[in-house]
């Protein structure tokens, strides 16, 4: 079921715009306990029962009635992740969609709030968006944000079935895994099948939903570098390489179909082009169209530095360059150079004087 992002995105009332604090609401914590992993179920002849999954049906309605009283970046994510496991690619593109809305409209009042007295200090926010991409595996986190996203099916085949990106991970021996749950698992031989069975434009649709939620992450990203004081941002590059791997993957098979060219193609052509390209199947190339390209790229760059090369100051001068894109003349050289103003309005002549002129 889609999510009526435009209906989430209004004010919950005009004086207060992101409606109550629910860090104490009793629903708020009953919502999370609902996400809490349940105990597993014990060991029945010889196996171990595999812990209960949440009621993401429950979690989804909870959410979207605590977001009718307060817009708070913790149950957004809760939101989301419960689209995700319930609507896979598309779910995880409408949760995304609201997500960035709300921090693009509502980022003065967005719950938790910013903290004055530490110079509107983001940390709580970025720390609750770096639930998509943890730095480490934690196996009580109630989220699992980037192992759930493996695990959602890419394919649609009414005879072989449906297949996720952990699926082919494990046939082709990519990750690790228990003998004993190896057992039964497919075989590349039955993936492929279970594509090529897969209608085309479902599988244009997952490409499309994909390319979407990886551009997405990066506008999240961007609302962070443009608003926050320091331009601090959450790390999401593992969860977008996983969503890159994702759209490599569909796109490999379509390529098959004469759909666009095969994923190494596509790397290769880049090259040539001078293009950057990034693990994980996302690639920068070719010319940059609209500010909102442009802003992707910055971004793309200081991500670049913050994971290779963290001690650079190129990412925190790009960073303001970005919080400028939007500003006026006058806004810039009062960012960047606020002892010029004087000289800038006796040369232009200041808004309050052409006013009296008017007058």
Not at 191 to 201: C, G, K, N
Not at 329 to 340: G, N, R, S, T
Request: hydrophobic content about 40%.
């Amino acid at each position: 079921m889609a999510i009526d992002i435009e209906s989430l995105l209004s004010e919950v009332s005009p004086e207060a715009p992101c409606g109550e604090d629910l860090s104490y609401d009793a629903s708020f914590l009953a919502l999370e306990d609902m996400l809490r992993p349940k105990a597993a179920g014990g060991v029945v002849a010889g196996v171990e029962v595999a812990a209960e999954e949440p009621n993401w049906r429950e979690i989804r309605e909870k959410c979207l009635e605590l977001l009718r009283r307060s817009k708070d970046l913790r149950v957004v994510m809760y939101l989301v992740l419960a689209a995700l496991r319930m609507d896979g690619l598309a779910g995880l593109r409408d949760g995304l969609a609201l997500l960035q809305g709300l921090l693009e409209r509502f980022w003065e009042h967005l719950y938790p709030r910013l903290d004055p007295e530490d110079n509107n200090d983001p940390l709580e926010r970025i720390n609750i968006l770096q639930s998509l991409s943890p730095d480490t595996v934690n196996a009580q986190d109630p989220m699992k944000f980037k192992q759930r996203l493996t695990e959602v099916p890419l394919c649609n085949s009414p005879q072989m079935g449906r297949f996720s990106l952990r699926n082919i991970q494990v046939a082709k021996g990519e990750v690790s895994v228990p003998t004993d749950q190896t057992t039964g698992s497919p075989g590349m031989s039955v993936i492929d099948a279970a594509f090529q069975d897969t209608a085309t434009d479902e599988l244009l649709a997952a490409s499309q939903t994909a390319d979407k939620a990886i551009e997405l992450v990066a506008t999240i990203t961007t609302v962070f570098s443009k608003n926050a004081a320091q331009g601090q941002t959450p790390d999401l590059s593992d969860f977008q390489s996983v969503l890159g791997n994702i759209h490599k993957c569909i796109q490999g098979y379509l390529a098959k179909r004469g759909y666009g060219e095969a994923p190494e193609e596509v790397a290769s052509a880049d090259a040539a082009a001078g293009g950057v390209a990034e693990k994980g199947g996302i690639s920068l190339a070719g010319e940059i169209r609209s500010p909102k390209e442009a802003l992707l790229a910055i971004e793309k760059v200081c991500q670049y530095y913050d994971r290779n090369e963290p001690s650079s100051p190129v990412p925190m001068l790009l960073r303001r360059a970005q919080r400028l894109v939007s500003k006026n003349f006058m806004e810039v050289i009062a960012d960047i150079c606020p002892d010029a103003m004087s000289h800038v309005e006796m040369i232009g002549g200041s808004s309050s004087s052409n006013s009296e002129l008017n007058e």
